[in-house]
Structures are given as structure tokens and as C-alpha cells.
């Protein structure tokens, strides 16, 4: 009996890893690899539900490793720098963090539209230091987005109301 529950146990912890390789659970969501890509700095997966593309999805999840890097408030600057530029052209367009109390993760919420593709889209993206597994001492950045076109903006709203908490604190628990 203890080799069949130490062999369940092992299976389990297998079976957690590897998804991250094809697919992705968030959110109540399936996600599959649709795309990665690797470069001297960062390593970048996206991930889709079955039946969205990239260019008019409704729910997307992206994992980066930022290399060589090993601050959270640094690698996150980048992501301000960005926003801050949008805002200037995206009225909808808002953010706000929350670092934890070690200064080891940090949570990003921001909201951003489209009116020439008539999207607004809501974005979860935590910046965390890896202290153990494949990415040790680099950081990975994790980011669900959330996706309403014209006619779905107000159940998109009513759904973030219902969940926007709910879906903050999956992001804070997510990790590899």
C-alpha cells in the first residue's frame, strides 16, 4: 500500500510539471502552447484556449523567463515603462501592483482597450524569483489576459465584479 500511494504521489508531482510544457490550467481554463520562442535575454510561451487564435482570442496566457535577472522591481519597470506609454494614446488604459512583503513577487492588474478592434482587455501579471525548478535564480513572469469585444463588454465587466478577486489571488498561487 505504500509503494501504490508513493508512485500516486510521484505521478501527481510529474503530471504537475509537465503540463507546463504543452498546456496550462488558469482560471478554470485549458490552455495549449500555440507558440514559443527563446532569445538571449528571455524565453516566451503563449498559450491559447482550443479554437482562439492570437489575433482574436478571449483568453491568453503567457510565461516568460527574464535571464539574468534577479530583482522583481527591475524586471517589472519595463511593464510601467510600457503602460505609462500606452496611457498616453489608451484612455482605458490603468494599472495597479501589488509587491509582496519580501519584495520577492509582485502582482500586476491593468486594463487596456482597442476602439479600432473594440476590445478591452483585462491583464493579471505576476514577476516572481524562481528559488528552486528549471528557471532557479532568474525571474518568470506569468500573465492571463482576458479578452471582450464590442457586444460582450458589459458581461466581461459583470464577470470581472464577480471574480476579479478570485482571479488576483490564482495569479498569486500560479507557479510552475
Known sequence: MKYIFAIMVFSLFSFQNKPFEDSVLFANTSFKLFTQS????FIKKMYLPKGQSSNDFYEKFTFYVIKD??????????????LQERQKTDP??????ILNHDNSGLVFQYFM????KDFLEYNIEKH???????????????RYSYRAYAEDKVSFL???????????QDMWTFSL
Open 38 to 41: 527563446e532569445e538571449a535575454s
Open 69 to 82: 535577472e534577479k530583482d522583481v522591481i527591475k524586471s517589472s519597470k519595463e511593464r510601467v515603462k510600457k
Open 92 to 97: 482605458k488604459c490603468n494599472y495597479e501592483y
Open 113 to 116: 482597450s482597442d476602439d479600432e
Open 128 to 142: 516572481v524569483l524562481n528559488t528552486h525548478g528549471k528557471y532557479i535564480d532568474q525571474i518568470s513572469v506569468y
Open 158 to 168: 459583470k464577470y470581472l465584479d464577480d471574480n476579479k478577486a478570485q482571479l488576483i
